[in-house]
C-alpha cells in the first residue's frame, strides 16, 4: 500500500528525518515510537507531502507521492495532525463534513448521500453523535480530538495516518478509538499509520513498531521484537521492565522509578504470625511481592495480609470467593491487601518456624490435612472426588527474589512436600500408593524485595537448601499433628 524509501526531510535547511525506508500493507496497523524530538510528526509530514521531501521517495499503491494533485492524495489519505488549530469555531457536524471536500466536485458541489452518510458513520464511530450541534470551541480537549479522528475517518481514504490519536482521551475513548481504528483496517483493509507515545497502547493495536532515534530507524518489527527492555531503555532513557499482557501475546512496559519511597526495614518473624482457633495470620507492614495459588487474590501481586482461615469439613458454599471475600471484609481484611486460603485442619496446628540463611530469613508455616491424599501419578486411573483435606505451604522471605526464584521456590517447596508425605507413609487410599499431595494443596511465596537479591532458588541455593529443609520438617511435624488428632497412630 505504502512505499517508504530512503526518504530525509525537515524544516528549511534542518534535516531531521535522516534515510528512513519501510513498508506497510494494505490492512495493517504500524506504529511509530520514539523518545520527544526524535522526528516522529516529521516523518509524518514528509509521508503526507506536508514538508518537503529532501531525499527519497514515497509510493502510494505505486504512484509516486509527489505526481498525485492534492485532490487526488486527499481522496487516498487522510491525516491527523498532531496539534489542531482552528481559526473559526465549526459545529461538530461542520467540521466532521469537511472530512469530504476530496470528494466534492464542481463549483457548486452538491452534498450527496454518499457524504451523508460517511458524515454520520464517522460521527457514529467515535461516538459524537450526540454533540453534533454543539460548537467545536467549547468540546473538551479530548471530545475536540474525537471531532479530529471523526473528520479523518469522514475522508474514507484507504490510507489514514495519525498523530498521537489518543492524545487528551480517558482510558474507556483511548479503547474506543483504537478498536474503532483497529476495526477499520481488519473489515475494510484501511492501511493505518499511528504515532504513539504509549508504548503500551502502540503494542497492544500495532501490527509492526518502528522505532525512531534522532530521526533514524532504530528498528522496525513485530511488537515483541521492538518493545524489548534493553532497546527501549537505550533509545529513551529511562529504566523499565517488559511484562506480559494478560490476553494478548503483546509485551507491555511499566516504568521503574528511581526515586525511593520511605523505606521500610522490617524484618519479618515467626513472631509475626498470629494464631486464632479460626485463622493464622500474618500482617506486613508494608506489601509484600506475593505469588500463590490462594483463594483471594491468587497469582502474582503486592499484599500484606496472609489469612489462612479454618473452615468447618462439611463446608459447602457455591461461590466459595464470595463467602471468602464477605468473611475477610466482616473480619476487617479488605480484598486490595489481602492472600486468603482456606483450610479444615484446626488452625491451632499449624506448624511456624523460621529459618536463618546468610542472606537473612524465612519463615514457613504449614498446615496439613491428609485425608484427601492423592499419588498424582495414578490419579487418572481413579475416579476422584472433590474431599476436604489440604496442605497450605507459606514461605515468606526476607530478600529479594527474582522472577525465576520464586518459580523455583515453588517447585523446591513442592518436591520437599512430597518427601514429607513419602516419610510418613501418606497414602492415596484408591491406590494404596504413597500420595504425593492433596487434591486441593495450595502454596504461597511471598518476600520483602528488600535487602539481599536472590537470583535463584533451587536445591543448591542458600534460600533452597532452607526452603528444602523447612518445608519437609513443616509438613512432617504438621502430618504427625493431623494423624494424632485423627487418632490415626
Ligand atoms: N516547524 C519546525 N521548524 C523547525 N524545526 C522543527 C519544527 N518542528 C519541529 N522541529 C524540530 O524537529 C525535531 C523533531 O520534531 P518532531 O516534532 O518531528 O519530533 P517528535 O518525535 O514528533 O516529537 P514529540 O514526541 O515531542 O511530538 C525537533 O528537534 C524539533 O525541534
New binding site residues.
Partial sequence: MLQVRNVSG???H?L?VKNVSFEVGKGEMLGIL??????????LKVISGILHMAAGEVLIEGKSLRSHSSKELAKKMAVLP?LHSHAFSHSVRDTIALGRYPHQSGLFSSWSDGDETAVVEAMQLTAMERYEHQMLDLLSGGEQQRVFVAQALAQQAPLLLLDEPTNHLDIAHQKQLLDTIKTQAIEKGITIIS?F?DINLASLYCDRLLL?DQGEVQVIGAPHEVVKKDQIESVYQARISTNPHPERPKPQITILPDVNEKQNDELITAENFQVTAELVIFQAETQLKTWSSAVINAGSGWYKNFVNRRVDASYACDNVKEEMLEYLADNGFSEADTVGMMTAVKTTDAVIKEYDTPFGSIVIMVTAGVGNAVDVSRTHEVEMLPAIGTINTWIIVNGELSDEAFIQSVITATESKTKALAFEQVKDPRTGTIATGTSTDSVLIAATQKGTHIPYAGPITEIGKKIGLGVYECTVEAIQVYKKAKGWE
Fill in positions: 525537515g524544516y528549511d534542518k531531521i520514539g523518545p520527544n524530538g526524535s522526528g516522529k510528526s516529521t516523518l498532531q504515532v507515545h525512531m
